[in-house]
């Protein structure tokens, strides 16, 4: 069996070794970077399975190391931050990342992070695969995982694309935080809500035509979400 393969950008040798020994020890594959153009250059040249990333590097940072990564690849990346502010976090899943993680961290909130990580993409992956979901302006096609609006397609990260088939699978139904965090992210997540909150509004600005009046993802305040198609109205 192919074993999976991460790239580990970080620039402090202690985080280097850490990381990768224990990643090593489960049997991974692991690249290293220690700055930002270089994790650029090996995600693009080496195609790993999953990147966690670091915010403070030399040459390039980590943000726009997720930006520029974001433009060609929708590998799972995990934001490794000091930086605790909910305003840093949300910068960083704002430009793409799928998740994070806050330093100083244990080797088993990393490893379990990982494992959920690549859980996301065999769920992913298992997404119907023999029909595509059209509604109004919107098409979802399953067997390519591939979304267009109005006919132009969007780039969605692997967690917004598997927001938006969570939704779409269910039109009509209020879907409430705490299962939409363990159905895309998985178990375990204690800022479940703010996660969701932060992926939603990503996911209207990039579908609907107004964000601040969508059609497509509502709000029920105090309960949770709704995709609503064309012609389905919210009692």
């Not at 938006?164 to 009509?172: A, F, I, N, Y």
């Not at 939409?180 to 204690?190: A, I």
């Amino acid at each position: 069996m192919k074993k999976v393969r991460i790239l580990v950008a970080e620039d402090e040798p202690r985080y280097i070794w850490a990381i990768q020994t224990n990643l090593e020890a489960r049997n991974y594959e692991v690249l290293t970077a220690s700055d930002g153009l270089q994790a650029v250059q090996l995600a693009a040249d080496e195609q790993p399975d999953l990147i966690l990333l670091d915010i403070k590097m030399p040459v390039m940072n980590g943000y726009e190391a997720c930006r520029r990564i974001r433009e060609f690849s929708t590998v799972p990346i995990i934001i490794i931050t000091a930086m605790a502010e909910e305003a840093d976090k949300v910068l960083g899943l704002d430009l793409g990342a799928d998740d994070y993680i806050t330093k100083p961290f244990s080797v088993p909130e990393l490893l379990a992070r990982v494992r959920a990580a690549l859980r996301r993409v065999e769920f992913t992956e298992g997404l119907p695969s023999e029909m595509q979901y059209e509604a109004g302006d919107l098409r979802v096609d399953f067997s390519r995982r591939r979304v267009f609006v109005r006919g132009q397609e969007v780039e969605l990260t692997p967690t917004e694309y598997r927001l938006l088939c969570e939704l779409v699978k269910q039109p009509g139904r209020i879907l409430v935080p705490d299962y939409l965090t363990e159905r895309v992210w998985g178990p375990g997540y204690e800022e479940g809500d703010k996660l969701i909150r932060q992926a939603i509004h990503r996911l209207r600005r990039k579908i609907e035509t107004n964000p601040q009046r969508p059609t497509y993802i509502r709000t029920r305040p105090g309960l949770g979400y709704i995709f609503l198609p064309p012609g389905l109205e919210m009692s």
